[in-house]
């Protein structure tokens, strides 16, 4: 399968999720990715780990977001290097850094300057907060991003305070977002045959994510979000039946549907509760409990099949051990394996876009620092 961004170079002078995740997803659609990186040192990431996996001398986390991709091993403060850098600059389609706002510019790499070197450059920059403003040089940490933006007080109930996010988010939509950019910016280029600066932040990112609930937020008067007081309830937003409920045997989970219809077919008398439409949002903490005592009647089995043939939205609530298991999980083709050097393998995820019916399977392993050094020099002539 001819993949749509073969033949794009993208040069990636990213470190630990948001740039990396996005050089990943271009990866995946065909682009050829070099990773930039410091020699002996290189990603931090490699170092960075998700519960003290390691493979091969590098985080399972680094192999996760730098598979499919190239490093060549170069020191940013050498002139040599930095030589070189430029000749490789000057073919590459794209390039991308997160770099905190003033380092480019010391080193001379900074867009201003690199469009010099390539005037057709797609320019990419992840930030934690932006290139300007007060916040410009604090440290852009997933965690430290959610909560400044308010994300942590939709989940959880209103007796828990902060509630942050189980991923991490933030990384992950500014890498999303820098993709939408820079393919966005590649079609600009091919229209007006000149470089395109593309700015993404964790903190608009994170923020964007809840234009649903900020938009709310900024027309109810300033109404801080209303978490509730039952267990279970799912959105701070939303009225009952929204939420998840404990079983005999398990968990369920109702999207929102016709509260009377639900509550007629689960023999669940609301009649005190419920009056019209907007009892709902009105006594949603009372609803919820309601279901909830209803609910803990009956296996988790039995009540999504009472619901699911009368029409209503609902399933079963499942572990990854159970979620992995499921013919519906299996029939999608979510894993791949990479293969590592000495017989090694790592179970990953696919790029969850299909083009032509076909997955983007990308097996290929990250590299090792530096792994690609010599090749790409004599390739491009860097030396």
Same mark, same amino acid.
């Given at each position: 399968?001819?993949?749509?961004?073969?033949?794009?170079?993208?040069?990636?002078?990213? &470190?630990?999720?948001?740039?990396?995740?996005?050089?990943?997803?271009?990866?995946?659609?065909?682009?050829?990715?070099?990773?930039?990186?410091?020699?002996?040192?290189?990603?931090?990431?490699?170092?960075?780990?998700?519960?003290?996996?390691?493979?091969?001398?590098?985080?399972?986390?680094?192999?996760?977001?730098?598979?499919?991709?190239?490093?060549?091993?170069?020191?940013?403060?050498?002139?040599?290097?930095? %030589?070189?850098?430029?000749?490789?600059?000057?073919?590459?389609?794209?390039?991308?850094?997160?770099?905190?706002?003033?380092?480019?510019?010391?080193?001379?790499?900074?867009?201003?300057?690199?469009?010099?070197?390539?005037?057709?450059?797609?320019?990419?920059?992840?930030?934690?907060?932006?290139?300007?403003?007060?916040?410009?040089?604090?440290?852009?940490? %997933?965690?430290?991003? &959610?909560?400044?933006?308010?994300?942590?007080?939709?989940?959880?109930?209103?007796? %828990?305070?902060?509630?942050?996010?189980?991923?991490?988010?933030?990384?992950?939509?500014?890498?999303?977002?820098?993709?939408?950019?820079?393919?966005?910016?590649?079609?600009?280029?091919?229209?007006?045959?000149?470089?395109?600066?593309?700015?993404?932040?964790?903190?608009?990112?994170?923020?964007?994510?809840?234009?649903?609930?900020?938009?709310?937020?900024?027309?109810?008067?300033?109404?801080?979000?209303?978490?509730?007081?039952?267990?279970?309830?799912?959105?701070?937003?939303?009225?009952?039946?929204?939420?998840?409920?404990?079983?005999?045997?398990?968990?369920?989970?109702?999207?929102?549907?016709?509260?009377?219809?639900?509550?007629?077919?689960?023999?669940?008398?609301?009649?005190?509760?419920?009056?019209?439409?907007?009892?709902?949002?009105?006594?949603?903490?009372?609803?919820?409990?309601?279901?909830?005592?209803?609910?803990?009647?009956?296996?988790?089995?039995?009540?999504?099949?009472?619901?699911? %043939?009368?029409?209503?939205?609902?399933?079963?609530?499942?572990?990854?051990?159970?979620?992995?298991?499921?013919?519906?999980?299996?029939?999608?083709?979510?894993?791949?394996?990479?293969?590592?050097?000495?017989?090694?393998?790592?179970?990953?995820?696919?790029?969850?876009?299909?083009?032509?019916?076909?997955?983007?399977?990308?097996?290929?392993?990250?590299?090792?620092?530096?792994?690609?050094?010599?090749?790409?020099?004599?390739?491009?002539?860097?030396?």
């Amino acid at each position: 399968m001819n993949k749509p961004l073969e033949g794009l170079l993208v040069l990636e002078f990213c &470190q630990f999720l948001a740039g990396p995740s996005a050089g990943l997803k271009l990866a995946d659609l065909g682009a050829r990715v070099i990773k930039i990186e410091r020699p002996k040192i290189g990603d931090a990431c490699r170092q960075l780990s998700i519960k003290n996996l390691f493979i091969d001398e590098d985080s399972l986390l680094f192999h996760t977001i730098n598979r499919n991709k190239e490093s060549y091993a170069a020191d940013l403060k050498n002139p040599d290097d930095l %030589d070189r850098l430029k000749k490789l600059i000057s073919k590459a389609d794209v390039m991308t850094h997160n770099f905190r706002p003033g380092v480019m510019e010391k080193i001379g790499l900074d867009y201003e300057n690199v469009k010099n070197i390539n005037p057709k450059i797609v320019y990419g920059v992840v930030t934690g907060y932006g290139n300007e403003g007060p916040w410009k040089n604090k440290p852009g940490q %997933d965690l430290l991003v &959610q909560a400044v933006s308010g994300l942590t007080f939709l989940s959880g109930v209103d007796v %828990d305070g902060p509630v942050p996010f189980g991923l991490s988010v933030s990384d992950i939509m500014c890498g999303n977002h820098l993709v939408q950019g820079i393919l966005a910016a590649l079609i600009k280029k091919a229209k007006t045959k000149k470089s395109v600066l593309v700015e993404v932040s964790l903190l608009e990112s994170v923020l964007d994510v809840q234009f649903e609930v900020i938009t709310t937020y900024l027309n109810d008067g300033g109404k801080l979000p209303d978490r509730s007081g039952a267990k279970g309830s799912a959105h701070a937003y939303l009225s009952a039946p929204y939420g998840m409920y404990e079983t005999s045997d398990g968990h369920i989970a109702l999207a929102m549907g016709n509260l009377p219809n639900i509550c007629s077919i689960i023999n669940c008398d609301i009649s005190d509760l419920y009056v019209e439409a907007g009892s709902a949002f009105e006594n949603r903490d009372k609803l919820i409990v309601r279901l909830a005592e209803t609910f803990k009647k009956d296996n988790t089995k039995s009540w999504v099949s009472l619901l699911e %043939d009368e029409g209503i939205w609902c399933t079963e609530v499942l572990n990854y051990q159970t979620a992995t298991a499921l013919s519906t999980y299996k029939a999608l083709a979510i894993e791949q394996k990479l293969a590592l050097d000495n017989n090694l393998q790592i179970k990953t995820t696919v790029s969850p876009i299909r083009l032509d019916n076909e997955k983007l399977f990308a097996p290929k392993a990250a590299p090792k620092l530096g792994f690609n050094t010599a090749d790409i020099s004599n390739e491009f002539e860097l030396n």
